[in-house]
Each structure stands twice: as structure tokens, then as C-alpha cells.
């Protein structure tokens, strides 16, 4: 009995870097040919090329859920949610995220009347497995909700308008703006040194981080650790980057 190919989705875009390398287009489903080592596997686009590409960018498609939805931000925290709505600042402006109870969802909505502030919405379950944030409005799934409330608030405090465009980083894209800084203090010397993709991969998931450059200030290596955290959630945004070394430049400049 032949078994179904595994296949998985690009959760987001990754250009090849080295021979034997495949690049993803974000949306794109790719089969899996290799999934023996944990950190990159071999695949197989829709044109036949096959290469190898980093794990922790795709999702199998039968498990994908929610994560195709731009809205959703997976185990983002309430704190971050409530940074990243008032940083947008949009009326309306929202993003639905897990619950701190296991298998349930979370909306937090930003909203300026009667003041500026993130409301959060529970995502409820009735007997019949339908989905609501007020028992009078019920959909079938997540996904449904949403578009109900895009049009209808139906209590909650705004339609549901926008989702924020500056969403977490991919999962590496936090550590290359902090590699890209230490290469600019080391003048260019090479990370990791001959290290392979997947050895660096691994070290930094062991917490094994490029240690601080003999001309770079503390408070920029600072920004450089935060870059390099473990879980991809806490990695600062491009926007929340150039935000925190504007900071540190200022304060340099006054001593």
C-alpha cells in the first residue's frame, strides 16, 4: 500500500544560500522527499527542483490550522500583542492569538475610544463546537468569526479592521539582523567561523550565541542578545530594532 506524500506549506520566503539549497516562496507547497534530519529537509517544488531548506519555515499542510491567516500570531504574549497593536495604532487593528488555556484562543483588539487601549476577547466554544466571542453571533470555525466581525462588531468594542502589518519576524530573520551588527563591529571577520548551516542552527538552539565584539558597546550587544533569543516570539521586530538603537545611540551621544 502506497503511503500519500508528506506535504508542506512555506510559511515564509527563504532564498538559497548554498549549492544543494532551495529557495521557498511564501503560500507554496513543496513535498518531502527527506525529513531524517531535524533542522533542514530535502523537497521537491512544483517545478521538480529539489533542495534542501530550513524546517522551522514550513508547516505540514495537514496540520497548517490557522497559521496561513495573516491575523494570527500563534503563542504570542498578551504583552507583546497589546506592543505591537498600540505601536500600529489603527482603530480596529487586531490579532488573534492561543489562549493561556490549552486548545483555546485569544482576540486582543485596539481600540481608541474612549481612549487609546487593547481590549481581549476569550474565543469560546458552545456544545456543538461552534466558535464565539458573544453566544448571540456563533460561527463554525476561527476563521468564520473573524469575517463575521470584520463587518459586524456584535459587541465587541470595533469591527474587526486590520490585522498589523509589522508581524514577528520569520524565525531567522531576528538572528540575521543581529549577525549582520556583529559582522559590522568585527569588520567583517566571519560568524561562527566554517560552521554549516546546520551547526550554527544548532548551536544557537543550545543558547551558544556569538559572544561581544572588543569595539561594540555593552548597550549594543545587548540588542544583538536580544536578537539572537531562543524563542523567535521575543526576537524584536525591524520596527522595535530600529526603535531600541535609536535609544542606545542618543544615550551614547549624551556621555
Known amino acids: ?78 504583552q ?43 474565543i469560546k466554544q458552545n456544545g456543538r463546537g461552534d466558535f464565539f466571542l458573544s453566544e448571540k453571533h456563533c460561527c463554525s470555525s476561527v476563521p468564520d468569526l473573524v469575517n463575521y466581525h470584520r463587518h ?13 502589518c509589522d508581524r514577528p519576524a520569520p524565525p531567522t530573520a531576528g538572528l540575521s539582523h543581529g549577525v549582520l551588527m556583529w559582522e559590522v563591529f568585527t569588520c567583517g571577520k566571519m560568524p561562527y567561523g566554517r560552521l554549516k548551516n546546520t551547526e550554527v542552527v544548532e548551536r544557537v538552539q543550545r543558547g551558544i550565541i556569538l559572544e561581544r565584539p572588543k569595539a ?5 550587544y545587548e540588542v544583538m542578545r536580544k536578537c539572537w533569543s531562543h524563542n523567535p516570539e521575543d526576537r524584536p521586530s525591524f520596527r522595535v530594532l530600529k526603535e531600541q538603537l535609536l535609544i542606545v545611540s542618543q544615550g551614547l551621544l549624551a556621555d
Open 152 to 164: 459586524n462588531s456584535g459587541g465587541l468594542a470595533s469591527r474587526l479592521k486590520a490585522s498589523p
Open 80 to 122: 507583546r500583542a497589546e506592543s505591537l497593536l498600540k505601536q500600529e495604532d489603527k482603530e480596529g487593528c487586531f490579532v488573534v492569538r492561543n489562549s493561556s488555556t490549552k486548545g483555546l484562543y485569544t482576540l486582543s483588539l485596539y481600540t481608541k475610544v474612549p481612549h487609546p487601549h487593547v481590549k481581549h476577547y476569550h
Open 216 to 220: 561594540c558597546f555593552k548597550e549594543v
Open 1 to 78: 500500500m502506497m503511503t500519500r506524500p508528506k506535504v508542506v506549506v512555506a510559511l515564509y520566503p527563504f532564498k538559497a544560500i548554498e549549492g544543494g539549497d532551495l529557495s521557498l516562496e511564501k503560500g507554496a507547497e513543496y513535498e518531502v522527499l527527506d525529513d531524517s534530519q531535524e533542522h533542514w529537509w530535502k523537497v521537491k517544488d512544483e517545478h521538480g527542483s529539489i533542495g534542501y531548506i530550513p524546517s522551522n519555515y514550513v508547516k505540514e499542510k495537514e496540520l497548517l490550522g490557522l497559521q496561513k491567516y495573516e491575523w494570527y500570531v500563534g503563542d504570542m504574549s498578551r
